[in-house]
């Protein structure tokens, strides 16, 4: 039987000896530690850990005990904490509108092992992609939207979401601003790319912008929403080099390839618990080789 390997991801002020006191408490539990992260940003004064943990059947600790023994330690040192056991397969919805290179690399990667996840159903405003969803035999679903019916629309969907247990929304391309009720309903689930190396091009029609700016660099973002637009704690981002000769078209061409990279990197990341959100910033905990 293979060992359970337990996730836990800690934030706490920065106090002398905290490492050890974290430390000791899962080697008095019984576990091993086969990874440990730690970053201090010392200007802030604030500790950030990720550290992976195998139990076997000799360690017999149910999760409601371990977690309340945890949060006594929690609460003696000021520590916000997650725990993930790896039990089960995050489900995922994918958000699209009409752009489809982030819509069927996504849903590649799933088909070949490497998005280590369900993918439960694709959503779009529109049905132009429909079939890229059934090529890949994942439920589509068609949620028109207007100005109107906005609030409806997202009601709907956030139902449907809750129903299915969605853990991570990814916006791949969705091109509609999401309200405030919805994102926070999802607080730190939703990952959006935008096609702009943020925060440079906020908003629509980077690369036409880009183009008009003449720049040498251009770029992708994937991000967490919020509530600011194309603002939230940004997880990954890609850039490539390009030149005058650059056109709108060669640049959106350039740029998918970028998107794709950098959307799947950041969603492997969430759902592998390398990441840490602490305001505005992202924390991310380069993999491992455990």
């Known amino acids: 039987m293979n060992p359970q390997i337990i996730t836990f991801l800690i934030k706490c002020p920065d106090q002398k000896g905290i490492i050890t006191k974290l430390t000791r408490f899962f080697y008095e539990e019984g576990f ?43 609460e003696l040192y000021h520590i916000t904490w997650k725990v993930d056991y790896g039990s089960k397969k995050h489900k995922v919805a994918i958000m699209v509108s009409h752009t489809s290179h982030n819509l069927y690399d996504l849903l590649h990667r799933h088909k070949e092992g490497k998005l280590n996840c369900e993918v439960s159903m694709v959503v ?7 079939p890229i969803a059934e090529m890949f035999k994942i439920p589509f679903h068609y949620a028109p939207i207007t100005k109107e019916t906005k609030t ?7 139902s449907l979401y809750d129903q299915h247990e ?24 939703i990952i959006n790319i935008h096609h ?17 700016r003449g720049v040498k660099l251009i770029g992708a973002t994937a991000h967490y929403a919020t509530q600011d637009l194309d603002e ?13 000769e650059s056109t709108v078209s060669s640049l959106k ?22 990441i840490i959100v602490d305001g505005n910033k992202a924390i991310v905990f380069p993999e491992t080789g455990e």
């Open 32 to 74: 091993n530690i086969i990874s440990s992260q730690q970053y201090t940003n010392s200007e802030e004064e604030k500790f950030f850990m990720r550290v992976r943990l195998s139990s076997d059947d000799s360690v017999i600790i149910s999760k409601i005990e371990l977690e309340g023994k945890f949060k006594k330690l929690a």
């Open 196 to 212: 702009s190396f943020l925060p440079a091009f906020q908003g629509a029609n980077p690369y036409k912008r880009a183009h008009e």
């Open 253 to 274: 061409s350039i740029g998918a390839e970028i998107e794709t990279f950098v959307l799947a990197k950041a969603v492997n990341f969430h759902l592998n618990d390398q």
């Open 124 to 130: 779009s405003n529109h049905l132009k992609l429909k």
């Open 166 to 189: 969605i853990d991570l929304i990814i916006m791949a391309r969705y091109m509609q601003i999401l309200s405030e009720d919805f994102i926070n309903h999802f607080s730190e689930r």
């Open 152 to 158: 409806q629309q997202e009601q709907s969907l956030i």
């Open 232 to 244: 939230g704690p940004i997880i990954e981002q890609g850039v490539e080099r390009v030149s005058h």
